[in-house]
């Protein structure tokens, strides 16, 4: 939306977005090995002790402990949702690299499914 098109009163997108809080973890998730080992990408809220609310992704690797439950490892990443356009291009970028050496098979139909 053009900020100009706004009615008095509203706020600016940017502006609004700000405010924007997850009420609860969204993750996608995908298996990574044949121990069920589990990579996650979750869109999730962070509240520091000492600050605003902060929307991050987390890129994080699970792993399955004694009791066979799937627990976080220190393993992974976290940044701003803002950064989240930088982090799809650099994918983006190892993937075509990727592909053009030849490293990867073509993908299966079922590759890459939740």
């Given amino acids: 939306m ?15 977005r700000e405010g924007i809080t997850l009420p609860e973890p ?3 998730r995908f298996f990574k090995n044949r121990r069920k080992d589990v990579i996650a990408v979750t869109l999730q809220t962070f509240t520091p002790r000492s600050g ?28 701003s949702v803002k950064r989240l356009r930088d ?7 190892a993937l075509q690299k990727a592909e053009m050496l030849g490293l990867l098979d073509e993908p299966a139909d079922d590759e890459g499914a939740q």
């Fill in 87 to 93: 982090l799809h291009d650099a994918i983006s970028k």
């Fill in 26 to 28: 969204i993750a996608f």
């Fill in 52 to 79: 605003d609310p902060l929307n991050v992704v987390d890129v994080r690797l699970f792993a399955i402990n004694k009791q066979g439950c799937n627990v976080p490892t220190p393993k992974g990443v976290s940044m």
């Fill in 2 to 16: 053009d900020i100009s098109q706004n009615r008095p009163g509203d706020k600016p997108d940017a502006e609004r």
